[in-house]
């Protein structure tokens, strides 16, 4: 390969990630004449996020940005009569939902509650917005000597959770209403539990909405579709049982059915394909929508560039079927879904579709390419006539020169010989005659995908020089249901030799010098980082990066160790540790003498800390080569929506480690 003509122009660095903007979110009016959306940047002086509302015509033409505060606006919702912007904004510390006139005039805060607003939805006349906000259940106690104690008191076994400082407060999620423009709002749900998602009937008179009801909601497993007068009262539930777990509900626009989002075996969790159902509005079983379709109808790719919003299901406005987001091979498109069972995809490619939305016969949605972070895009309803609507990296990614990936398949050495999908990018200036370092990089999930969508981090390797590999071994959505979940107690055993017939294919296929080879990957991509380095010494470096190491302690410790490590090996610790010790990789700890770098953030409730703690602590007493790498103030997303100046060293961290042992 040559690229003479480009030996000039530029390469990806690690600071680029801060001339970089995200496209997402994008909102078409109730006229189908402007499309409203988010962009996302990272503000390098203030180590934060910022994003602002801009509108675009979906003739196509001038941008003109709508906000311009210094934070963070988000979830751009039309009124029903296109007048209004509803946002979201945490410009006054706490995110409140904020209205733009837009025949002119400045944003005003509708809202002011205590702990803020997570979503919200217009009510079809325009009149009311329905939010879902924390309260306490139980009321605030009368001040005494015992709050001035720093004693935590804890009985549920949910206690805190990934992204949330500290521990859980108790409080729970309720549906408020808030009339437009007073801002006057009432709460129509109460109780201990979580209500989200709100979504109107078209009549305005009932607004739906998610919750757990069960004795086992502090799993965290379940959910059901329940509905409550817009005036309050008693919720009936709609559809659901103990072992549903179901979301993102939408009503028909004839009133009389409810489209949903899920599956029935809570318990298996993301180990499964999400699918469409239907069930009437009164009440009932579930209608399966999606047939035979063997893909999950939601957004499962892993990337760290892309400003991704919530996409629920959008009813045609016929009625004649919905619209879902698929996670397929690599790719996320959108397919329609009739009331009859046929599924057909209306916007694909080589693509992560992020999210869409549509009106007056329509589609506008968001879109990212593996060199093209995202921009707006709007389509007809069949997918025709698709027209860019934006350009937002032009000045940042003028003068770079970007890897173009290349998709390969190739057997397993597993002995079904399935295939696996993966996808190699060279070094961008690469010569020929040369060959290069080798950097393998893992996904984590294990149920999410690799695929064609931007990644800075894969960009940045390879403009150091390094060949980047990743795919999709089995364990990963978006090649079927058998694919996804026959990891289960088996993890490391059956997907190593997936990793490896992918190793192989590029040592004999791309420029790769075999003693030169890396591997890293981060969460289920740490856990396997550390199974491989403990059975193989053909890597000449490592990184394992908030990885899991010990599947006993991390029963306990982790917030979904107790229901997501209890199916994935088959039991507890008490019932079944000897599988759980076969498959950590603690247990094999001897073997490593693969050069490591552990890389963990303090705050990561997903794969605490300490499973990074056991590992490194076990090398250094080996003698092995190992340094360890901490992040104060970050979770488990570190290397997705960490502080700004942290994901830059994480990765200059990671330059470093590679670049002394490739």
């Known amino acids: 390969m040559t690229n003479d003509g480009n030996?000039?122009?530029?390469?990806?660095?690690?600071?680029?990630?801060?001339?970089?903007?995200?496209?997402?979110?994008?909102?078409i009016s109730p006229d189908g004449t402007q499309v409203a959306y988010v962009r996302t940047w990272l503000d390098e002086e203030k180590n934060k996020y910022r994003s602002s509302l801009y509108l675009v015509p979906s003739s196509g033409g001038n941008e003109f940005r709508l906000t311009a505060a210094e934070a963070e606006d988000s979830h751009p919702r039309w009124s029903p009569d296109g007048r209004h912007l509803a946002f979201i904004s945490n410009r006054s510390e706490k995110p409140q939902i904020y209205v733009l006139p837009l025949g002119g005039g400045e944003a005003w805060k509708l809202t002011d509650f205590e702990d803020g607003v997570t979503s919200f939805a217009w009510s079809p006349d325009g009149h009311t917005i329905a939010c879902t906000s924390k309260t306490d259940p139980h009321g605030k106690p009368e001040a005494s000597e015992a709050d001035e104690s720093d004693v935590v008191h804890?009985?549920?076994?949910?206690?805190?959770?990934?992204?949330?400082?500290?521990?859980?407060?108790?409080?729970?999620?309720q549906i408020w209403c808030v009339s437009f423009p007073t801002g006057d709002a009432r709460q129509i749900t109460d109780g201990d539990y979580d209500r989200t998602q709100p979504a109107w009937s078209p009549n305005g008179q009932e607004i739906l909405f998610v919750s757990d009801q069960t004795e086992q909601r502090d799993y965290g497993r379940t959910n059901q579709i329940w509905s409550v007068h817009a005036r309050g009262g008693e919720p009936r539930l709609i559809v659901g049982e103990e072992s549903d777990t179901f979301s993102?509900?939408?009503?028909?626009?004839?009133?009389?059915?409810?489209a949903i989002r899920g599956h029935r075996d809570a318990v298996a969790g993301s180990s499964l394909n999400n699918k469409v159902w239907s069930v009437p509005v009164s009440g009932g079983e579930p209608e399966l929508l999606?047939?035979?379709?063997?893909?999950?109808?939601d957004d499962s790719l892993a990337a760290d560039f892309s400003g991704k919003a919530s996409c629920g299901l959008t009813w045609l406005e016929d009625g004649s079927g919905v619209l879902t987001q698929v996670s397929d091979q690599g790719n996320v498109h959108v397919y329609r879904i009739t009331t009859?069972?046929?599924?057909?995809?209306?916007?694909?490619?080589?693509?992560?579709?992020?999210?869409?939305?549509?009106?007056?016969g329509k589609i506008a949605f968001a879109a990212s390419t593996s060199t093209n972070p995202a921009d707006v895009y709007v389509c007809n309803l069949d997918g025709s006539a698709e027209q860019k609507l934006t350009d937002i990296n032009a000045d940042a990614l003028s003068g770079l020169s970007l890897s173009e990936p290349e998709e390969f398949r190739v057997k397993s050495q597993n002995k079904d010989g399935w295939d696996v999908h993966g996808w190699i990018m060279k070094p961008p200036h690469a010569r020929d005659d040369a060959k290069y370092p080798m950097v393998l990089q893992i996904h984590g999930g294990p149920h999410g995908m690799y695929g064609n969508a931007f990644f800075h981090e894969f960009q940045t390797l390879a403009a150091a020089g390094y060949v980047v590999v990743y795919s999709n071994p089995r364990g990963s959505q978006g090649y079927g249901e058998e694919f996804c979940s026959c990891t289960r107690e088996r993890w490391g055993e059956s997907d190593m030799p997936d990793i490896m017939a992918v190793v192989d294919y590029a040592v004999q296929n791309a420029p790769v010098d075999e003693n030169r080879m890396g591997v890293t990957g981060g969460s289920y991509g740490g856990f396997l980082t550390n199974w491989i380095v403990?059975?193989?010494?053909?890597?000449?470096?490592?990184?394992?990066?908030?990885?899991?190491?010990?599947?006993?302690?991390?029963?306990?410790?982790?917030?979904?160790?107790?229901?997501?490590?209890?199916?994935?090996?088959?039991?507890?610790?008490?019932?079944?540790?000897?599988?759980?010790?076969?498959?950590?990789?603690?247990?094999?700890?001897?073997?490593?003498?693969?050069?490591?770098?552990?890389?963990?953030?303090?705050?990561?409730?997903?794969?605490?800390?300490?499973?990074?703690?056991?590992?490194?602590?076990?090398?250094?007493?080996?003698?092995?080569?190992?340094?360890f790498v901490r992040f104060p103030n970050e979770n488990h997303e570190l290397s997705r929506s960490g502080q700004p100046k942290h994901r830059i060293q994480r990765i200059e961290y990671n330059l470093d480690w590679l670049d002394r042992y490739l």
Not at 155 to 169: C, E, M, Q, W
Not at 588 to 605: A, F, G, K
Request: aromatic fraction near 10%; hydrophobic fraction near 30%; charged fraction near 20%.
């Open 534 to 627: 403990g059975h193989t010494d053909r890597f000449a470096a490592a990184i394992t990066d908030r990885c899991v190491s010990n599947f006993v302690s991390m029963y306990g410790t982790s917030d979904i160790g107790f229901t997501f490590g209890e199916y994935e090996f088959g039991g507890t610790p008490w019932e079944n540790r000897d599988t759980l010790v076969k498959y950590s990789p603690i247990t094999y700890v001897e073997n490593i003498t693969t050069p490591l770098l552990i890389v963990h953030s303090e705050q990561d409730y997903r794969c605490p800390i300490e499973q990074a703690e056991q590992m490194f602590i076990s090398l250094k007493k080996l003698g092995r080569t190992v340094e």
């Open 154 to 173: 804890i009985t549920s076994i949910r206690y805190k959770a990934n992204g949330v400082p500290g521990f859980l407060d108790g409080k729970r999620n």
């Open 290 to 297: 999606s047939g035979t379709l063997d893909r999950s109808t």
């Open 340 to 360: 009859g069972g046929k599924t057909e995809p209306i916007i694909t490619g080589t693509r992560r579709v992020l999210n869409y939305s549509v009106a007056a």
């Open 248 to 258: 993102a509900p939408n009503v028909s626009p004839d009133g009389r059915t409810v």
């Open 7 to 27: 030996s000039q122009m530029r390469t990806m660095t690690p600071q680029d990630l801060y001339k970089l903007q995200m496209a997402s979110d994008a909102q």
